[in-house]
């Protein structure tokens, strides 16, 4: 009896030795559940391990980059129509002119579409150009954004702090102008394809007629079977002789008095 008496009591399990224990647990069968993947291969079973610590969200999912940032376009309350019409005029003229969209253009692109160009944000907007001179800081290059959110000021009725006076027939005009410089472009790229072109070289038709004699004797001195396969041949080769004359024709305006 004295030796059950000195016997220390067994304390019960705390939580620290029971989330031990659930730790343990969980890490073995994870373990051994990607050990039997690994067809029982360790070096295989630690590369699935690490994939799948991978996964875990240990750290926030990268958010937008710079570049997806500054392509995005903050559109100021206008309305998406009008965004999309202006920011497609505003590309293909950058692209047409030489030293790009400028602020003058933006200011008479306003004028155009009713907005007072001596508001205060439209004056602003042109000091911020380079130069002493009003006419040199007209002449400087504007920002895509920076126009959207001077459109946005300009066109804000007065008292309020959203909307604009800019509608329907804002989105029309901008829509044909955009017509008119995309056909402006591709006429100018249409002129520089024909310029870079190999000339196309003139057969003369004091040339071609020795010709045609030469084929009709040789026709005569071949058989009768052969008459139909010449003349094909024959009517081949004048066709493309007349498209190449058409083709100097519209490229030089004239033909010279030999080849007329």
């Known amino acids: 009896g004295g030796a059950a008496a000195s016997r220390p009591e067994d304390k019960p399990m705390g939580w620290g030795k029971v989330v031990l224990y659930a730790v343990g647990g969980i890490s073995g069968v994870i373990f051994l559940y990607h050990f039997y993947q690994a067809n029982y291969n360790l070096h295989r079973t630690e590369i699935l391990l690490l994939e799948r610590y991978r996964k875990l969200p240990f750290y926030w999912p990268p958010g937008p980059s710079q570049a997806h940032k500054n392509a995005a376009i903050d ?68 920002g895509l954004q920076e126009s959207i959110t001077l459109m946005a000021k300009v066109s804000r009725p007065q008292g309020q702090e959203t909307g604009t006076e800019l509608g329907e027939e804002a989105v029309s005009l901008l829509r044909k102008k955009l017509r008119r410089s995309s056909a402006s472009v591709l006429d100018g790229a249409s002129a520089l394809r024909a310029m870079q072109a190999p000339p196309v070289p003139a057969v003369s038709p004091a040339v071609a007629e020795p010709q045609a004699e ?47």
């Open 214 to 260: 030469e084929v009709q004797d040789e026709e005569a001195d071949d058989g009768p079977g052969d008459e139909d396969e010449h003349r094909r041949f024959e009517s081949a080769r004048l066709k493309r002789i007349e498209e190449e004359l058409m083709a100097r024709l519209q490229r030089l305006g004239a033909l010279s008095p030999g080849e007329e």
């Open 75 to 142: 559109e100021q309350g206008l309305p998406p129509e009008l965004v999309s019409a202006f920011s497609e005029w505003f590309l293909v003229t950058d692209l047409q002119e030489a030293g790009g969209v400028v602020r003058d253009d933006i200011i008479e692109l306003f004028k155009e579409l009713g907005l007072n160009e001596d508001h205060p944000a439209a004056k602003e907007f042109i000091q911020r150009g380079d130069g002493t001179l009003d006419e040199h800081r007209r002449m400087t290059g504007a």
